[in-house]
C-alpha cells in the first residue's frame, strides 16, 4: 500500500480495525470504518462451499500425499 497513490480504504469496524486505519493513514490513505451493517451485502467468505462436489476418502489420501 506505500506504493500506491493515496486512495480511500474502507474496512468493516471490528477490533483490530482502528489499529489498521492508523497504519494505513500513517502510509498517506484515507482510512474509512464501515458498521458491519454495511459490509454484510459484501462478504463473499464460503458463499461456494455448497456447490462444491463432494469429495471421495480415496480421491483426499491421494491429494493429502502428492509430492
Known amino acids: 500500500m506505500a506504493n500506491l497513490p493515496p486512495c480511500i480504504v474502507a474496512m468493516e469496524a471490528c477490533g483490530s480495525a482502528h489499529y489498521w486505519a492508523r497504519e494505513i493513514s500513517q502510509l498517506g490513505h484515507d482510512a474509512q470504518l464501515l458498521p ?27 491429494r493429502r500425499h502428492r509430492a
Open 36 to 62: 458491519p451493517q454495511a459490509v454484510k451485502p459484501f462478504i463473499q467468505g464460503h458463499k461456494m462451499m455448497h456447490a462444491m462436489p463432494p469429495v471421495s476418502p480415496k480421491r483426499l489420501h491421494a
